[in-house]
């Protein structure tokens, strides 16, 4: 069964250090999104993508985060100075068309200290 | 008005028993309701779904029971094995893609 694939599983990086997060969606999927979950709470949305470009964003995708497809493969978050409030899980996730179920991947665990 | 409202917040079954967890919403936009799994260290795992144009979806186990006036939806999980054990998530979209998701329900299937 097609699969997202994530890396790293877990990163833990220094306050004011930048992550990337890398993602590879399914690969007939068009719609790729970016999802945390602070540990034990609810699964957050932060950017949904499309076409090369950002669809939506909620509140917490602010200046310091920023999305690519570099190749049409890899999709990655980036997160440019961190904080000790980004520790979270990062899911990553793809649909092959709008409104239909997300295939998770298994996340990245970011921990800032 | 996007949010998704769900309970029990945890729910504790003897195995055969039936599972049932609860979701409301306000956005009427709203017109694909999934449900995920999530087993500890995972992704959530999409389960079963259902559109408003039909009150109820059967896939094995488990069952979408949808009341589109009343703006809720269930999970019902039937004969609940310890293996059903996990975090389940209802979530609510519209055709623009993005899903708001519930806070969540810790099931714990007891042998």
């Known amino acids: 069964e097609p699969e997202v694939t994530q890396t790293p599983s877990h990163q833990v990086t220094q306050m004011g250090q930048e992550v990337i997060l890398r993602c590879v969606p399914i690969s007939n999927h068009l719609y790729f999104y970016w999802y945390r979950q602070i540990l034990g709470q609810k699964v957050e949305f932060l950017v949904s993508f499309y076409n090369n470009e950002i669809s939506e964003k909620s509140e917490i995708f602010d200046d310091q985060f920023s999305v690519e497809r570099p190749d049409g493969s890899n999709f990655t978050l980036k997160i440019r100075s961190t904080k000790l409030e980004d520790s979270a899980m990062y899911f990553c996730?793809?649909?092959?068309?709008?409104?239909?179920?997300?295939?998770f991947g298994s996340g990245t665990r970011l921990t800032v200290v | 008005q996007q949010q998704v409202k769900q309970s029990p917040q945890s729910l504790i079954v003897q195995k055969g028993g039936i599972s049932i967890i609860n979701c409301a919403y306000e956005n009427t936009a709203f017109d694909y309701f999934p449900w995920y799994q999530q087993f500890p260290g995972k992704g959530p795992a999409l389960l079963i779904a259902i559109r408003p144009d039909v009150s109820e979806k059967k896939e094995g186990r488990f069952t979408i029971s949808f009341n589109k006036s009343a703006k809720q939806f269930s999970l019902h999980i039937m004969d609940s094995q310890p293996g059903d054990s996990a975090t389940y998530f209802c979530a609510a979209s519209t055709n623009a893609g993005k899903s708001t998701f519930g806070d969540g329900t810790t099931l714990t299937v007891k042998p």
């Open positions: 996730a793809s649909s092959k068309t709008l409104g239909s179920g997300y295939t």
